[in-house]
C-alpha cells in the first residue's frame, strides 16, 4: 500500500512542476541541488571523520619540524650547507618504518593497552615522545653542537614515522568502506594544515620570537592530537589482540619478507630491479634541489615572513593544484607517459630557481619560481603515486605501497644529503644547474621502461 500511495504523489510533484512557470521552477531546483551539498557535504562532520581531520593534523605537524623548517634555523645559526644537506639523514626512520610496523600493528602495550585500547595506546604513548622530542630539538643549539641537535631531530623524525604507522592502521580500521574515500580526503586536508602550522607558522613565529619557544609552541600543539587519541572511539579490531602466541619471525615474514618475495617473483629480478631503480631515481633531481631550497631562500636575502607567504602557503595550494591536473594527464595519457611529461616539467622546474639566484630576492619572480615548481612537482607527485599503485599486488597492497615509497625516500635522505656539498663548492645557479641534470637519469629509465618494458610487463601481468 505505502508503494501505490507513492507513486502517485511523485507523478503529481512533477506535473506541478511543469506546469509552473519557468521563474517558480527555478527556486525548486536550487532547493534540490542545495540540499543534495548539504548531503554530500554532511559526511564531512560525522565524528570518526573529523577525527581522523585531527589526526591527519597531528601526522603533518612533525614532518617539517626535522625538515626545512629546521634548514632554516640551522641556516641563521651558521651551519655550513655541507652539514645541513647532511641534517636530510635524520629524515632515515621514514624509509624504515617498516622494520618495527609489526610491532606498533600487533603487540599490545602493558596495562595501557587494556584501559584505553592497543591502538590509542600507541598513539598516546608516540605523541607523549614525540612532544618531549620537539621540546628538546628547540631548546638544542645547533651552534655549540650540531650532533645534539641531529639526535633531537632524528628523534622527532622516529616519533613521526611511528605515529604515521599506527593513525594509517586506525584510520582503516575505524571507518566504514563507504567512508573510506572521504577519510582520505580528511587525512590530507589535515595533513595539509599540519604542515602550515609547523611550515608558515612557525616562520611567522620565528620572526618575534626566537627558536625555542617556537619548538616549544610545536611541541604544544602536539596535545590536539594527544586529545584526538583520548577522545577517539576504540576500534573493534582491538579485541583482537591475543597477538602473543605468534613467533616474532611470524610477523616479521608476513609483514616485511613475504611482500617483497612477492614483488621479485611476480617481476623476475631483471624487472623488479630497473623497477626499484626507477623508483629510487624518479623524484630524486627534486629532492637534491628540494633540500637546499629553504637555505637558498635565507641566502639570497628572502626574510621567513615571505618564505612563509609564498613558499609554504602559496605552495601549498600550487601543489594541490598540481595534484588534480596531474590525475587529468594520467587519465588521458596513461601513467608511464605521464611519469615522463610530469617528469621533464620537473627536471626544467629547477632551471626557475636558478633563474631567481641570478635575479636575487624578488618576490614577484619567487611566485613565479613556486608557483613552477610546486605545480609539476604535484603532477609528478600525481603520476608516481598512481604507478605504484599499480606495481602493488592486491593482497599486499598497504604494506607494498609502504615499502615501495620507503625506498623512494631514500634519494631524498641518503642520496640527497650531498647537495648541500655541492652548494657549498659552487655558487647558487650553478647548483641549481647542476641539479637539473641530476634528474636525468629518472628519466631516460622512464623512456626505457615505455619502450622495454609495457605497463603489463611491470605488474607482472603476461603479454597480450
Same mark, same amino acid.
Given at each position: 500500500m505505502a508503494g501505490n500511495r507513492g507513486a502517485p504523489q511523485t507523478s503529481s510533484t512533477n506535473a506541478d512542476d511543469a506546469d509552473r512557470p519557468l521563474g517558480a521552477k527555478m527556486p525548486s531546483a536550487i532547493g534540490r541541488i542545495g540540499q543534495a551539498v548539504r548531503g554530500a557535504v554532511s559526511i564531512y562532520w560525522e565524528r570518526r571523520l573529523i577525527i581522523v581531520f585531527v589526526m591527519g593534523f597531528a601526522s603533518g605537524l612533525p614532518f617539517l619540524l626535522s625538515g626545512a623548517t629546521l634548514s632554516i634555523r640551522l641556516t641563521e645559526a651558521g651551519v655550513s650547507l655541507t652539514a645541513i644537506g647532511l641534517f636530510a639523514l635524520v629524515g632515515t626512520p621514514y624509509n624504515l618504518k617498516f622494520f618495527w610496523a609489526p610491532l606498533i600493528d600487533r603487540v599490545p602495550l602493558p596495562i595501557l593497552s587494556a584501559l584505553i585500547g592497543r591502538r590509542r595506546s600507541w598513539m598516546v604513548l608516540i605523541q607523549l615522545g614525540m612532544m618531549a622530542s620537539i621540546a628538546a630539538?628547540?631548546?638544542?643549539?645547533?651552534?655549540?653542537?650540531? @650532533? +645534539?641537535? $641531529?639526535?633531537? /631531530?632524528? =628523534?622527532?623524525?622516529?616519533? &613521526?614515522?611511528?605515529?604515521?604507522?599506527?593513525?594509517? #592502521?586506525?584510520?582503516?580500521?575505524?571507518?566504514?568502506?563507504?567512508?573510506?574515500?572521504a577519510g582520505a580526503a580528511m587525512t590530507q586536508a589535515?595533513?595539509?594544515? @599540519? +604542515?602550515? $602550522?609547523?611550515? /608558515?607558522? =612557525?616562520?611567522?613565529?620565528? &620572526?618575534?620570537?626566537?627558536?625555542?619557544?617556537?619548538? #616549544?609552541?610545536?611541541?604544544?600543539?602536539?596535545?590536539?592530537?594527544?586529545?584526538?587519541?583520548?577522545?577517539?572511539?576504540?576500534?573493534?579490531?582491538?579485541?583482537?589482540?591475543?597477538?602473543?602466541?605468534?613467533?616474532?619471525?611470524?610477523?616479521?615474514?608476513?609483514?616485511?619478507?613475504a611482500p617483497f618475495v612477492e614483488f621479485f617473483q611476480r617481476n623476475h629480478i631483471g624487472v623488479a630491479?630497473?623497477?626499484?631503480?626507477?623508483?629510487?631515481?624518479?623524484?630524486?633531481?627534486?629532492?637534491?634541489?628540494?633540500?637546499?631550497?629553504?637555505?637558498?631562500?635565507?641566502?639570497?636575502?628572502?626574510?621567513?615572513?615571505?618564505?612563509?607567504?609564498?613558499?609554504?602557503?602559496?605552495?601549498?595550494?600550487?601543489?594541490?593544484?598540481?595534484?588534480?591536473?596531474?590525475?587529468?594527464?594520467?587519465?588521458?595519457?596513461?601513467?608511464?607517459?605521464?611519469?615522463?611529461?610530469?617528469?621533464?616539467?620537473?627536471?626544467?622546474?629547477?632551471?626557475?630557481?636558478?633563474?631567481?639566484?641570478?635575479?636575487?630576492?624578488?618576490?614577484?619572480?619567487?611566485?613565479?619560481?613556486?608557483?613552477?615548481?610546486?605545480?609539476?612537482?604535484?603532477?609528478g607527485s600525481a603520476a608516481f603515486v598512481a604507478y605504484l599503485s599499480l606495481l602493488c599486488n592486491t593482497a599486499y597492497t598497504g604494506t607494498q605501497f609502504a615499502l615501495f615509497t620507503s625506498f623512494m625516500a631514500f634519494g631524498r635522505t641518503w642520496l640527497s644529503a650531498g647537495s648541500g656539498w655541492l652548494a657549498d663548492q659552487t655558487d647558487w645557479v650553478t647548483f641549481f644547474v647542476a641539479s637539473t641534470f641530476v634528474a636525468l637519469p629518472g628519466l631516460l629509465m622512464c623512456v626505457w621502461m615505455i619502450k622495454r618494458l609495457p605497463m603489463a610487463v611491470q605488474r607482472g601481468l603476461q603479454r597480450q
Open positions: 630539538l628547540g631548546f638544542s643549539d645547533p651552534q655549540t653542537d650540531a @650532533g +645534539l641537535t $641531529a639526535l633531537f /631531530a632524528l =628523534a622527532v623524525a622516529f616519533f &613521526s614515522a611511528s605515529q604515521d604507522i599506527v593513525i594509517d #592502521a586506525y584510520r582503516i580500521e575505524i571507518l566504514d568502506e563507504s567512508q573510506q574515500g589535515g595533513y595539509r594544515f @599540519g +604542515l602550515l $602550522a609547523s611550515g /608558515a607558522g =612557525a616562520l611567522y613565529l620565528a &620572526s618575534s620570537i626566537n627558536w625555542s619557544l617556537v619548538y #616549544a609552541l610545536m611541541a604544544a600543539l602536539v596535545l590536539v592530537g594527544l586529545a584526538a587519541a583520548l577522545l577517539a572511539p576504540i576500534p573493534q579490531t582491538d579485541a583482537n589482540t591475543a597477538k602473543s602466541a605468534e613467533n616474532p619471525g611470524d610477523w616479521f615474514h608476513a609483514t616485511v619478507v630491479t630497473a623497477i626499484l631503480a626507477f623508483i629510487l631515481l624518479y623524484k630524486f633531481g627534486d629532492a637534491f634541489a628540494g633540500v637546499m631550497a629553504n637555505p637558498f631562500y635565507i641566502k639570497i636575502g628572502f626574510t621567513k615572513v615571505q618564505i612563509a607567504n609564498v613558499s609554504k602557503i602559496f605552495g601549498v595550494f600550487a601543489t594541490l593544484l598540481g595534484v588534480f591536473v596531474g590525475g587529468l594527464v594520467v587519465k588521458r595519457f596513461g601513467v608511464l607517459k605521464s611519469l615522463l611529461y610530469c617528469g621533464i616539467l620537473q627536471m626544467l622546474s629547477n632551471l626557475m630557481f636558478a633563474a631567481q639566484a641570478a635575479l636575487g630576492p624578488q618576490v614577484g619572480f619567487l611566485v613565479l619560481t613556486i608557483g613552477i615548481e610546486n605545480l609539476s612537482g604535484g603532477m
